[in-house]
């Protein structure tokens, strides 16, 4: 099923099964994604700020210039993907799978990430903004710049020269 061009703020798709489904260049702000079944669905050019996304099962999905800002993920698979330009800033992604992903210019700024794994995960492509050195143990195993490294040391208080 192809969704292109749509407007559905507050949609409800609770426990559809939307495999291979593409979304592209729609409005679903706040819908209701609950218990939805994404195999191999693709969301490009989407609004889903604020959708709820608990219990939802994904595999493959597809993710780029996708504004999730205040979405509700939790326990989330993005496990492998490539995520490009995907704003999930203030974010509910606690417990989500986030093991060897690509992120590319994506923002994680000030999400709630706690219990998320990020193992073999390439956050250089990444706004971690907000992130506090306590929660950086999330973050082992995954790639970080210089940048980055500077960032969460100042969170510290302490200047990386």
């Not at 798709?13 to 409005?27: M, N, Q, V």
């Amino acid at each position: 099923m192809v969704w292109h061009g749509c407007r559905g703020a507050f949609a409800n798709f609770t426990g559809a099964t939307l495999a291979e489904s593409s979304f592209r260049a729609s409005d679903f702000n706040n819908a209701n994604f609950r218990r939805t079944k994404l195999y191999a669905a693709r969301f490009s050019g989407c609004k889903l700020t604020g959708a709820d996304f608990t219990d939802a099962s994904a595999m493959e999905i597809g993710i780029e210039e996708t504004l999730l800002i205040n979405a509700r993920l939790p326990g989330f698979s993005f496990r492998n993907d490539r995520l490009r330009k995907v704003d999930f800033s203030q974010a509910d992604l606690r417990k989500c799978d986030f093991r060897q992903v690509v992120f590319e210019e994506c923002s994680l700024r000030d999400a709630s990430m706690a219990g998320s794994r990020f193992d073999g995960a390439d956050l250089r492509g990444a706004d971690i903004g907000g992130l506090r050195l306590v929660d950086a143990s999330l973050f082992r195993g995954a790639t970080i710049s210089r940048a980055q490294a500077g960032e969460l040391l100042g969170e510290l208080g302490l200047k990386v020269r």
